[in-house]
Every structure is written in C-alpha cells, then in structure tokens.
C-alpha cells in the first residue's frame, strides 16, 4: 500500500537523532506551557520561531507542532490539581477532574488524561493520513449557513454541562455569549459595550476570562475557610495510576472522544476548546448515570482529553491539504513553511510529499514521548496536593497573575482576570455554574457571524439553512438535541409537582 | 433572604444590555445590526432571571436558609482582591521583581499566622524563579519599574 | 545568626541578578543599550507579523543590542499603535503600523488618536498587494465584466471582506469604487484573509476581497482562482497586466508598513533606527522572506514617510467625509 510506503519514508527521516531531538524538545516545552496556566502554544512558538530559521523545514515544523500537541497533554494537570484550566480546552477537565483529585483520585486522573491524550493523538494522525483529501473538500463545503446549523447544535450542549439549575444555565449562556460579543462589530465597525477600553475592541479574551472564573474563583473560595494545615486533599494518596474500574469505564469515552474531536477539528474556528465541551455533553448524555458527573466521573476526563488531542490531528488538515489556517496556531505554523519556503496546500502534497509524511511520522514519536514524559510526572504532580494550601495558594495565584499578563503582555487584562475572578466567586457562592457561560462566550461571537453572513448570503431568507442539504442535517439535529433534553426535564418537573400534590393532599396543611 | 440578590442583580443587568443593544440598532430580523444578538441574549437573561426569582420564592417554604456568609472569613478574599489589584498597579511603577516579592510576603504572611523568616525566605525564592522562568527563559515582557527592571 | 546569614546571601544573589540583567543606570550616548521592543499589531503567522520578524532579522545584524518582536493584536492594530502612542520616548518602544491600523481609527466612533502626529514616523518597509479574486468558473473574466454584472445583480455579488469601511482601509477603497461604477456589492465580513479565501473556494462567496498571502497564490497559479482587478497600485509579479484602481480610477491605497515611535523621539535615534532599517530592506533573506509572501518592499526614509502619511490623512479625511454624509442621506 503506498500509505504505508510513505509512512516508513516519512518513520526513516523521523528517526533521524537530530530530528528525535528536536521533537522531544518540542513537546517537552510544549508540556511545560501547558502546565503554565494562561502561556499558550501561540507565544511560546512565535517566540521560538526565529529559532527555527536555521533549521530546515521539517525540523521546523517537528518542533512547532510538538510544542502544540505537548501543550494539549500539559494543560490538564493543573485543572486537576488546582482547578486552573491550563487553557481553554482544559477548562472541562476542571469539572471533574478535581472533583477527582478532592477525593483522592488525582493520580487516575492524570493518568488516563495521558493515555487519552495519546489514543486521541494517534487516532487523528491515522484519520490525517488517510482521509485527509477527502476531509478537505468537504470542509471548504462548509460556509456560513453549515457552520450556523452546527453551532445551533452546539449551543443546545450548554444544558449539559450543568448538575444544577437547567435555568441557571441558560442563564449564564446568554450571560456568556454577551460577554463574548464585546468588541468591535465586525460588520459595521461599531463599538459594542467597550465603555472606552480600547484593549475590549477585539473582545474579551478567553485566558483571562476562565482563569479568573475558575481560578481565582477557587482560591477565594478556599481562603475563606481556616487553612492552618489544610492541603487540597486531606488523609493519603492511594492510587497513582487507574486502576481496571478505572479502564472499564473510560475505554468507550476515549473512543467516542477521539472520533468526536478529530471531526470536530477539522471545522473552522473549531479545535479543541469545542470538541473538549462536545465530548464532556456527549458522555454525559449517554451514561447510564448522568447523576455521577459533577462529582468526579472519570468518563468527563477521559472524553474530552482524548477529544482535545484529536481535534489538534483534525486541525492540520485544512492546513496540509488546502494551505488555509483553521485556528490561529496553524496560522502561525503557515507563516512558519512560508518563511522556510514551503507553500503547503494543494500542490505541496505533490510537490514535497517528503514534509508531510515525515511530519506526521514525528507526531506519532511525539505522541509516545509524551506518554513517557507525563506517566512519571503524575507522582510528583500529585505531591502538590500534599503542600499545605497556605504556601499553595500564593503561587497558584502568581501563576494566575503572570498566565493571564502574557496572553497580550497588558495589565488590562490581569485586572479582567481579577474582576471575573470576584464574578466566578459570587456565582459559586449562590450556585450558578461557569460552564455553561464559558462554552456560550466562546460559541456566541461566532453564532452572530455565522448568523449574520449566512442571512447576507441569502439575501434575508432564513430558507437557506434548510435547502442547503449538510446545513438542513445540523439544524434537525440542533432541534432534536433540544427536545431530547427539554422533554425530560419537563416531564421530571410534572412528576414532581404532582408527588408534591400528593403529599401535601396527604398531610395536610400544618401551619 | 440574600437568594433573590443575584436574582435581582441579573434582571439589572439583563435590562441595562437590553436597552443598550436597542441603542445600538437592532436591525431587521432579516438583517440583524449590531445590537441584534445583545438584546436577544439579554431578553432572555431577564426572563430567566425572572423565572428563577419566582422559583426561589417558590422553593424558600421549603427548604432551610442556606448560609452562606456564616462562618466563613470572606474579609479576607476582600483583602486578597485588594493586594492583587494594587500589585497590578505597582507593578508599572517598582517593576516586577520587587512588586512580586512584596505580594509573595504579603499573601504568605498576611492570610495565615506564618513566621517571618518562612514568609521572606519563600517570597524570595518564589520571585527569583518566577523571574528566571518568565522573564528570561519565556521573555515575557513585563513592564519596567523606576529602576529599568 | 544562621538564618539572618541565610537571608543576606539570597537578598545578595539578587542585586547580584539584578545588576547581570540590563539596567539602564548610567546615561549613555550609545543607543541602543538594551534591546528595544517592538509591538507588531497583528497575531503571530499574519502577513504584517512575519513582514515584520523578517525586517527585525536583517536589523538585528546591525545593532548591538536586539529588537524584540512582541505581538500586541486586536482593535485593527489600534491595541499595539496605543502602545506605542503612550511608551516613553526613549527609542526602547517601537511599533508596526498598516494603513488600516493608521488611517482608519482617527475617523472611527471614539478615535484613539485624532491625527498621525502623535507617533514619530521613522521608516516605511514594505507594501501589500489587494487583489480581487473570483472563482475561474465565475462568468466575469475581466473587472469590466465583472461590474457590468454587478450593476444588473447587486445584490448576487457576494464580496468577502475582512471588516468594515470603518476599520479596514480596502472597504473603504471598495466603496469608493462602488461610487464610482455606479453599483452595489453586497459585503460579506470574515475575521481573517483565510477564512476569505475558503469562503471562496466553498463557492460561498463568489469574490475575494482580501491580502494576498502566500495561502492565496498557490490556487491562482494552479487556475483555480483568477485575479481580475487591485485595489491600491501595487501588483502580483507576473500578473501585471490586469487593471488596478489606479489604473481604471485614480484611487489608491497608501503604501504603509511603517516603523513608528512615540511622538518626540530625539534626533539621533530616530537617525540610528533609519540607518539599521534601510540596510535591513536590502538585506537579502529580508527580501527572500518578502517576495514568498508577494510583499513589494518598498523603503520610504522618514521625510519622504511623514510626506505620505500627511497626504494620505488628508486624501482619507475627504474619503471618510463623504462617506458619512452618503451615509446620512440613506438613513434619511
């Protein structure tokens, strides 16, 4: 088969020692900025990327992905210990992952958020490989009307990400998405809510916003309360790897996450923060025990930290095969071939079908280093549960303060940071989640577009999300998601009301 | 009796973007302009947050007051809240490497009883590797204090 | 004791650190001593971003102390501009600046800044290429066609833009255009030249709006796109015979890629900056690095930048003017 011919070619010049080199180095700072909370792969590479002139193309592109796949494996330790997305896509590891770790169960976590990591990993490079032409065009056949229906879709999973209040969580959706809408209307240029803050123009932006609602939330709240001795987990570690239950559990969730994310990150602007989300309502949905989530179900970590590491696979391909960026880290690996003088899209298949194979070739070596970097890791991850919460605590919060400055290198941000941070507190306090509104802030700008280019298209006609055959499909599924879970939800209130009836017929009144 | 603050606090906030988002133009249901979304979202803030006071009213001859402002020391988050913003201030004038030391000495002397020499000894470890790691390997540019640092 | 000596070598260790790391004590007439930022105003892989990295590689060889890239995005540039409008000026803060981050805030809602004085203008490096682009399929093969066309259909011209006539300088070249031609485009606002380009090739859109990049070419040399018009004067090497605004109306586009540097900056670092930068215009990967990304490099020394900007302003003013009572009229 000439696949495989074409991947021991790409295997031979992977292997090369200056090549493996240069791998592990990316995927080591990869991992390293994951941890960090708020550094992101976009600054470390672009500070790496004069660096990388003096190699040639290839060794270029090793280490630039590697920092951004590593970086997909680092970010979910420190939402499992303290509660901290790494970064965005992190942000749903948080729910249950620390759940996890309060109870003593940090290690597991970890642990399979590794092994995930990998298997979604893999799993998208395998998809690359073979169905990346095929993927591409269908992707270019995805405008605005497709992307709107999927998004509609997409909104419908907010109901899911909450184990509280139903409206509460449409609540903070539609807080969500006026939050993401700040800025500067692409449209019509006109100021949205800014209040004079230039730094707003092009919107609130997303590290700040969950470092503050997440962290600095979780460190006010703990705070509170006498520290004197206190650690995040009290009484012994036990358990640093998953154990069989563990595996049984979390062996279907990495399969459904890694076909979930790879598709999800082929989409424009899709990526892993979407399929982290996606795949967290998507096992929720089908567990036989939608209750446990919320209180530490491992299949919420498993999920989405497969998803997010297949969505960085599905990411590539928009890039390989067309030359067109999906997200802006592959805009920033374009600028990088272009630089070495590599053009990728259509002809570059053709052309230097050397780079694309050796490439993939190196991220499944990337992929298995990083498994046997973060498995030895996880035990000296979990003795940060063991510091008293009173030295923690500062640090997490110099993290914080440090994360959220070097997104933009601006103070003003660090003060957004804060003053969501004061937000996420007061709603933890009176038991309204952040989730919901995350996944909503980060979907709601691009539903207005989507919306708004889709109407232009059509000159006014809202028919064009049903005529056109993939976008009819993702509206009926949009609509369907919503009733499965209204309906429920109604007929568990009738129930209710009539038990109460019941009851109080029963009794009687007792004043 | 504190529940339907946040209640409240919501439809505020829900009504301001409304009217804001009509301010903006609202556009035709055809052509949404720019307030389209903020009014859509923000009705339905309000609405919610409508729905949710009625059911808390509904829901308070049932259950006990939960209390959330007993027992717990929230000055300190005030306190907390405080140092951070002015560190952020500080930081523009006194540069990084002094504005962290002081808030690492603060934050691990002022919230719990910790001895003098813990405090310093930590804060002082805490800024020489927040430096190293950020400024100098990460180059992160952080602002200049008077003293070009 | 033990402790009290404790606590006095690591308070050693570091006024050590301090002193190894670049302090600016002593006032001396040699610039630059440190290195010296420089705000890029768009997100990192971006045309201006790698222009830039590219301008500040060739610089470097000939500095002693290094410029540093730093990405400052968003606001249509105005985020980095204001960083540089308010840093000292010392010559330790530079920035990147496009025509759309220069001409179009000051005529904006709540302008950042009103007019161009406020920044030091030191030299102009470069220039963009805006061609419009249909599909080969499209029934338009030269721009006649094409706004014959689109004055019969205004409102089946699906253009694809990135912003707004208020933020991005080409929509307001565009319609400007539209004045002139007597026709109406129905404009399409994407985030970014890229998600232009697959609109296009999806066929969601039947005209590019936007930069050519390297993304774009590949696809027009193949015959899958065609370049039927410029806005602005400059052209694709080896596609010069396809009209541009210039050519079909007098209407240009300023070429801007400009270094600046807050308002007041002394003489001689302004004079060191223009010396380093127009050795780096000629340096020969700088210009590599250009020409892949079909970037003209076009050096402009300060004089003759400060003349340009004046002229643009002005010119962009009576644009901006007329739009706006355009505008009033329709609401009317």
Known sequence: MEILQNLF???????????????????????????????????????????????????????????????????????????????AASVVTCLE?????????????????????????????????????????????????????????????????TSGSIIRALMMAALGIILGCIGQDPESGSFRFVFGFHHLLSGIDLVPFIMGLFGISEVFLNIEKRLQKRTIYEGDIKDLLPNLQDWKGSIKPILRGSILGFLVGILPGGGPVISSFASYAMEKKVSKHPEKFGSGAIEGVAGPETANNAATGGSFIPLFTLGIPSNVVMALLLGALVIHGVTPGPLLMQQNPKIFWSVVASMFIGNGMLLVLNLPLIWIWVQVLKVPYRILFPLILLFCLVGAYSVNNSNFDVALMLLFGVLGYLMRKFKYDAAPMVLAFVLGPMFENSLRQSLLLSDGSFGIFFTRPVAAVGMVAAILMLLSSVIPFIRKKRRRILEEEAVDGGIGKIN | MTQWMPSIFWISIGTYVAIQAYLLGLGSFHQPGPGFIFFL?????????????????????????????????????????????????????????????????????????????????????????????????????FPRGFLGV | MKRIMFILGLVGSWVFLLGTSN?????????????????????????????????????????????????????????AAMAVK????????????????????????????????????????????????????????????????????????????????????????????????????????????????????????????STVDAATMPYVQKGDLRIIAYLGNNKVKGYEDIPSTKDLYGIEIPDLLAIIGPQGLPDQVVKKLEEVFAKAVKDREYVEVMNRMHMPVIYMDRVTLKKQIDEAFAYTAKAYEKLKEEEAKEKK
Request: hydrophobic share 50%.
């Open chain 1, 9 to 87: 070619a790409g295997f031979s010049i992977a292997f090369v020692a200056v090549n493996l080199f240069y791998c592990f180095t990316g995927v080591l700072i990869g991992t390293l900025i994951g941890v960090l909370p708020g550094i992101g792969p976009v600054a470390t590479m672009s500070l790496l990327l004069p660096v990388t002139y003096k190699m040639d193309p290839i060794q270029a592109i090793i280490v630039l992905a590697g920092i951004y796949y590593g970086a997909m494996y680092g970010g979910s330790t420190t939402s499992i210990l303290v509660n901290i997305p790494g970064e």
């Open chain 1, 97 to 161: 992952g620390y759940k996890m770790a309060q109870k003593g169960r940090a290690g597991p976590a970890l642990g399979i958020a590794a092994f995930g990591s990998l298997i979604g990993g893999c799993f998208s490079l395998i998809g690359l490989m073979l169905l990346a032409p095929t993927l591409a065009s269908f992707a270019l056949r995805i405008g605005p009307p497709e992307f709107f229906s999927f998004l509609c879709t997409g909104l419908t999973v907010v109901i899911y990400l």
């Open chain 2, 41 to 141: 979202a923000a009705l339905i803030l309000t609405f919610l947050s409508v729905i949710d006071l009625i059911a808390t009213f509904i829901a308070r001859s049932e259950e006990k007051e939960e209390r959330i402002w007993f027992g717990v020391q929230w000055e300190r988050v005030l306190l907390v809240l405080g140092v951070l913003s002015a560190y952020v201030f500080f930081w523009n004038v006194l540069g990084f490497p002094i504005s962290t030391f002081l808030l690492m000495i603060f934050l691990f002397k002022g919230i719990e009883p910790t001895r003098w020499w813990i405090a310093l000894v930590a804060g002082f470890i805490t800024t020489l590797t927040a430096y190293y790691i950020f400024k100098v390997w990460l180059a992160i540019p």
């Open chain 3, 23 to 79: 302090l600016a004590w002593a006032k001396d007439p040699d610039y630059p001593v440190r290195p010296i930022e420089l705000y890029l105003p768009m997100s990192a892989g971006g045309s201006t971003d790698l222009a830039s990295r590219a301008l500040i590689n060739a610089a470097n060889k000939h500095l002693p102390q290094p410029i540093v890239p730093i990405n400052k995005p968003g606001g249509g540039g105005t985020i």
């Open chain 3, 86 to 209: 308010t840093a000292k000026p010392d010559g330790y803060a530079l920035g990147t600046i496009t025509m759309s981050g220069a001409l179009t805030p000051p005529f904006s809602e709540q302008p950042p800044y009103k007019d161009l004085n406020c920044f030091t203008w030191i030299v102009n490096f470069g220039t963009f290429v805006f061609p419009v682009i249909v599909k080969n399929e499209a029934p338009w093969k030269t721009w006649r066609e094409f706004t014959e066309w689109a004055r019969k259909n205004p409102r089946a011209t699906k253009l694809g833009i990135t912003g707004s006539k208020y933020s991005d300088y080409k929509a307001l070249v565009l319609w400007q255009v539209e004045q002139q031609e007597k026709a109406k485009f129905t404009y399409i606002a994407f985030k970014g030249s890229a998600e232009v380009l697959s609109a296009i090739l999806g066929g969601h859109i039947n005209v590019y709006g």
